[in-house]
């Protein structure tokens, strides 16, 4: 006999789409070591680390981030965005930093791969989303004086 309780447990599914192991957040239920990762277009890697991780008014800009490019189409399909939070870049004096990352093995903007944002935690949710569509549209973001970016010195400079 069936537990009426186990019929009417919800299934709870991770941003991969697989159905979630019962005690866990994201493990997905049915294991496939073999399974390929989510395409992605572009990655943002955002510094959670101790002082760009202070600046930002939001506990969770990782997940708040999620919420936007949800909001604005682009959680999936070939012009994925992803965020991922990481420790420090060591380029903290132009917190908070995130880097672009475009997949340039499959569809990714060329001219966008490699660009360092500065002082992130001052974007509110629509400069986040101006830019989410600036990535998405292949737009040159080194054009859009908007979004600063972090200088970096030539190599020349350390021969
Ligand atoms: S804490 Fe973010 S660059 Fe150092």
């Known amino acids: 006999m069936r537990n009426i309780m ?16 019962d005690g866990f957040t994201c493990k997905p ?20 680390d101790e002082r760009c991780g202070k600046a930002h008014k939001d506990k969770d800009i ?7 490019i949800k909001e604005v189409n682009l ?15 060591g380029a903290c004096r132009f917190r908070s930093v995130a880097n672009i990352y475009e997949n340039t093995k499959v569809n990714g903007n060329l001219n966008n791969n490699g660009i360092w944002l500065k002082n992130i935690h001052q974007y509110d949710k629509e400069k986040w989303k101006r830019l989410f569509i600036a990535l998405k549209e ?10 600063k970016q972090v200088p970096m010195s030539d190599p020349s400079f350390y021969k």
């Open 6 to 21: 186990e019929d009417k447990k919800e299934k709870l599914y991770n941003t991969m789409g697989s159905e979630i192991a």
């Open 29 to 48: 239920k049915n294991f496939d070591a073999n399974k390929p990762i989510m395409h992605l277009k572009t990655q943002l890697f955002i510094c959670t």
């Open 75 to 89: 959680s999936k399909g070939e012009d994925r965005i992803k965020v991922v939070r990481t420790g420090c870049f």
């Open 62 to 68: 990782a997940a708040t981030l999620r919420e936007l």
């Open 138 to 147: 292949n737009r040159s973001i080194d054009e859009l004086e908007e979004f």
